[in-house]
């Protein structure tokens, strides 16, 4: 956070002072950490316009307010900087007065561990041993904070928490900078680790939905034996198989009672569909020759085979088929593992030719102008 010094002129009741009507003054010289502000406190002749000169910072909101906002830039860091205060129209001479900034430099902090653990069997972090830079290189001393930024005795911590640590320089006035850290205590047992174990896995993924074949293959380096594991799922061994697709979390406690703590991952591809249907009806006409369409959903992710009789149709590998026989057809999918399915059967039917018999009730010859009744036998559903 920047910080804004404001310069400010006090006249007590019990002092006279008097002022030249034509006085130009920069202010006093003042020295100030890296990070901060300079709130300016320039003096000029009533009418008269202002100009700051000098400085390669930043002056808000601009160079002619005698009352301006600097901001040093990086490069005056360590360094003093001269301000010029230049006045000039209005009813005095022009004027002009000089100030000096002298920037101290600033820490500014990284923690590039980020959060720090014990290591076994010691049950205490030590705050001084974090990976903290300062990339100003500003130098100085460290000191170590508890959460609400109360001062440490010692940089060695032994509960969970967040700390912080703060460097702050030798310069007058001192500059300063802190950054947090995150501690985690890791139990080690009663009596400390003396070979603290740790886990490290194989996971094999389920081969087909539904199988259950997956399994895990734990392996433990350190620890001090006779050791027991306690898995997620409720298993005590050191490996785990007929498992189906999930997250699974072993824990391992040796024989001082120090653990350590995996959780893996068992992978399940998803269920395969082979359903057929068919919007219009599954029955035909035989002639002219016809046929009905049989849809399934379309699925990137596998290949598909129509099946008439159970027997492969050649080249009939799509999402739908035109059936023309009167026989039961099916869908086999299988996926890039190798999973196959087979779905619902649709059996496909004809309906049957109409009957062509006729009866001559009349004579079968007759002379021109006469005639003979053919009737027919068809009845419903047909029609004449």
């Known amino acids: 956070m920047k910080k804004i010094l404001f310069f400010a002129f006090i006249l007590c009741s019990s002092v006279t002072v008097a002022f030249s009507q034509c006085i130009t003054n920069a202010g006093p010289d003042i020295t100030i950490c890296g990070d901060e502000e300079v709130g300016l406190g320039g003096i000029i002749p009533s009418g008269a316009s202002a100009t700051w000169a000098g400085g390669v910072g930043t002056f808000d909101p601009n160079r002619n307010d005698p009352l301006a906002i600097y901001t040093p830039d990086a ?12 006045s000039s129209g209005g009813a005095c001479p022009n004027g002009s007065d000089t100030m000096t900034i002298f920037v101290n430099n600033t820490p500014d902090l990284y923690n590039l561990d980020g959060f720090v653990s014990n290591v076994c069997p010691s049950v205490t972090v030590d705050l001084s041993s974090v990976n903290i830079v300062d990339s100003n290189n500003a130098g100085g001393t460290y000191t170590y904070e508890d959460a ?33 850290v995150a501690v ?17 896995d194989n996971s094999f993924d389920v081969t087909c939905n539904g199988d259950g074949d997956g399994s895990v293959d734990i392996t433990l380096s350190g620890g001090v034996p006779p050791v027991s594991y306690s898995w997620s799922n409720g298993e005590t061994t050191e490996d785990i198989s007929n498992l189906n697709g999930g997250v699974y979390t072993v824990t391992v406690t040796d024989n ?76 086999k999918v299988t996926n890039a593992n190798g999973c196959e399915l087979v779905g619902n059967k649709l059996t496909l039917s004809k309906y049957p030719n109409p009957p062509t018999d006729v009866i001559v009730s009349g004579p079968s010859a007759f002379c021109g102008g006469d005639s003979s009744l053919i009737e027919t036998t068809v009845g419903a559903p047909y029609t004449i």
């Open 75 to 86: 490069s005056e860091v360590g360094n003093p900087v001269s301000l010029i205060l230049n």
């Open 148 to 180: 609400a930024f109360n001062t440490l005795a010692s940089p060695i911590v032994s509960t969970n928490g967040i700390y912080y640590v703060r460097r702050t320089t030798n310069s007058q006035p001192p500059c300063e900078d802190f950054v947090s």
């Open 184 to 200: 985690i205590i890791l139990p080690c047992g009663g009596g400390g680790c003396s070979n603290q174990p740790s886990l490290s």
């Open 256 to 331: 001082e009672g120090c653990t350590s703590e995996l959780t893996t991952t068992v992978d399940e591809p998803g269920a395969l569909d082979a359903t057929i249907w068919s919007n219009g009806g599954l029955t035909f006409c035989r002639f002219p020759p016809s046929g009905i369409l049989m849809q399934s959903t379309p699925d990137p992710t596998v290949t598909k085979q129509w099946l008439r009789f159970g027997v492969p149709i050649a080249g009939a590998t799509g999402d739908t088929y035109y059936g023309t026989d009167a026989v039961g057809y099916k869908l």
